[in-house]
């Protein structure tokens, strides 16, 4: 596993009606413009290397690319568990709009930046997307830290890709806390300031889940 890790969390959900296609050709630009694309990018055991440094165009781009990678996992987690239909009405109808939100990550991430996005990792979930009790453990655990990792990596990223990005995250924000009200007694808002990760612990939360293989 590469040992630097960050994470920004791009959304193209319904709150951005009408304006994800000129945001997704928004950041393109922006990771784009005047250089060589993703620079020094390396994919390792599925996860982008990214090295900690002055924003730039380069880093925006391994940046989102590493968000691409956790837009994957999120994905392929909420489609393989609707698609064992062990959920009941409350956890079905959040897997199936979360789910769907995530693959339109997925495809806008995959807009935003082109030839250079990361491939599909391989994934295996195993008992927590079969089980309802572990889907929504599991479920709280990924949405609680693409927000933490998102905030933590903030400062890394150029105003402009910041400025596209940080109205979003609050979409995911939300899946935080509607699959932490459905887990009851967790609370949805359990503090009043939002908790940055860093890239270490980031690291450290995806490698334990086992969830990457490839």
Same mark, same amino acid.
Request: no cysteine; aromatic share 6%.
């Given at each position: 596993?590469?040992?630097?890790?960050?994470?920004?969390?791009?959304?193209?959900?319904?709150?951005?009606?009408?304006?994800?296609?000129?945001?997704?050709?928004?950041?393109? *630009?922006?990771?784009?413009?005047?250089?060589?694309?993703?620079?020094?990018?390396?994919?390792?055991?599925?996860?982008?290397?990214?090295?900690?440094?002055?924003?730039?165009?380069?880093?925006?781009?391994?940046?989102?690319?590493?968000?691409?990678?956790?837009?994957?996992? /999120?994905? /392929?987690?909420?489609?393989?568990? /609707?698609?064992?239909?062990?959920?009941?009405?409350?956890?079905?109808?959040?897997?199936?709009?979360?789910?769907?939100?995530?693959?339109?990550?997925?495809?806008?991430?995959?807009?935003?930046?082109?030839? *250079?996005?990361?491939?599909?990792?391989?994934?295996?979930?195993?008992?927590?997307?079969?089980?309802? !009790?572990?889907?929504?453990?599991?479920?709280?655990?990924?949405?609680?830290?693409?927000? @933490?990792?998102?905030?933590?990596? @903030?400062?890394?990223?150029? !105003?402009?890709?910041?400025?596209?990005?940080?109205?979003?995250? *609050?979409?995911?924000?939300?899946?935080?806390?509607?699959?932490?009200?459905?887990?009851?007694?967790?609370?949805?808002?359990?503090?009043?300031?939002? /908790?940055?990760?860093?890239?270490?612990?980031?690291?450290?939360?995806?490698?334990?889940?086992?969830?990457?293989?490839?």
């Amino acid at each position: 596993m590469p040992k630097d890790l960050t994470l920004a969390v791009v959304d193209d959900s319904p709150a951005l009606e009408g304006v994800g296609a000129s945001r997704a050709g928004f950041l393109k *630009a922006a990771v784009v413009a005047g250089g060589t694309f993703v620079t020094g990018g390396v994919l390792i055991g599925g996860l982008p290397k990214l090295s900690a440094g002055a924003a730039s165009a380069a880093q925006d781009a391994k940046i989102l690319n590493f968000a691409l990678t956790l837009e994957f996992l /999120e994905a /392929e987690f909420y489609t393989q568990a /609707e698609a064992n239909g062990r959920l009941g009405a409350t956890l079905g109808e959040f897997a199936s709009v979360v789910g769907a939100h995530e693959r339109a990550h997925v495809e806008f991430l995959q807009g935003a930046l082109g030839g *250079a996005a990361v491939s599909k990792p391989t994934f295996d979930f195993g008992e927590t997307v079969k089980n309802e !009790k572990a889907f929504a453990q599991t479920a709280q655990a990924l949405e609680d830290t693409g927000v @933490a990792a998102y905030n933590g990596q @903030a400062p890394n990223l150029t !105003k402009e890709t910041l400025g596209a990005a940080a109205s979003i995250v *609050a979409v995911e924000a939300l899946h935080a806390g509607w699959i932490r009200d459905i887990n009851r007694p967790t609370l949805p808002a359990p503090a009043a300031l939002d /908790e940055a990760k860093s890239m270490k612990q980031i690291l450290a939360a995806v490698k334990e889940t086992g969830f990457i293989k490839s």
